[in-house]
């Protein structure tokens, strides 16, 4: 275990509380005009996926677990769980859904993804930030309205609803952020 000060706890790290693993959600240092400065730190226990919220003294310790970090390659979904492969070692390794959360949709096969690994079982994953999908359908465009400021709905190839710019049709490839699904630009492949 490694012990750092409360305030240097960043999202996606790794916590040890009571024996327990947290990942971190989100950590966030307030600086009062007087008082002490503290930082909120709001995180999910990885055994049950319950969300808490603990305050710190900005220079409190607080234990990071220590977690591998490694690449690997998504192969594909069994169940409830998804296979990915170390591409140095071909070592393959079970990821739950829960830790995958909401971001599933997402996972291509052979995308590159960052698995944490805490005492060989996977504790976090990170996807790229960006995914390229095609529109499967989009309704059409409006007469009048102008491509700077009009968004509307579009289904994407992997069920997804996001708001796409009007000038993108049925059959576009586009990028979307992963985190939230959100439109970047058109593909350029």
Do not use: W
């Not at 275990?1 to 996606?12: E, F």
């Not at 999908?133 to 409006?142: K, Q």
């Not at 609803?161 to 593909?187: C, F, K, N, Q, W």
């Amino acid at each position: 275990m490694v012990k750092v000060i409360a305030s240097n706890i960043r999202k996606g790290q790794i916590v040890e509380i009571d024996s327990q693993l947290y990942t971190v959600l989100s950590a966030e240092s307030f600086f009062p005009g007087k008082g002490t400065p503290t930082t909120q730190i709001d995180m999910r226990r990885i055994s049950d996926g319950v969300k808490t919220t603990q305050r710190y003294r900005t220079t409190e310790q607080v234990e990071r677990a220590h977690v591998e970090e490694t690449e690997h390659s998504y192969l594909f979904k069994d169940g409830d769980h998804y296979v990915f492969m170390n591409p140095e070692t071909y070592e393959q390794v079970t990821v739950s859904g829960d830790i995958i959360g909401e971001q599933a949709v997402y996972l291509q096969e052979g995308m590159p993804c960052n698995i944490s690994v805490h005492e060989g079982v996977a504790v976090s994953i990170e996807l790229p930030q960006k995914v390229t999908l095609e529109v499967m359908e989009t309704e059409p465009t409006v007469k009048g309205q102008t491509a700077s400021s009009s968004y509307k709905p579009a289904m994407l190839s992997n069920g997804v609803r996001t708001l796409v710019p009007s000038h993108i049709v049925p059959g576009t490839r586009i990028v979307v952020m992963t985190a939230d699904g959100a439109y970047v630009e058109r593909a350029k492949d």
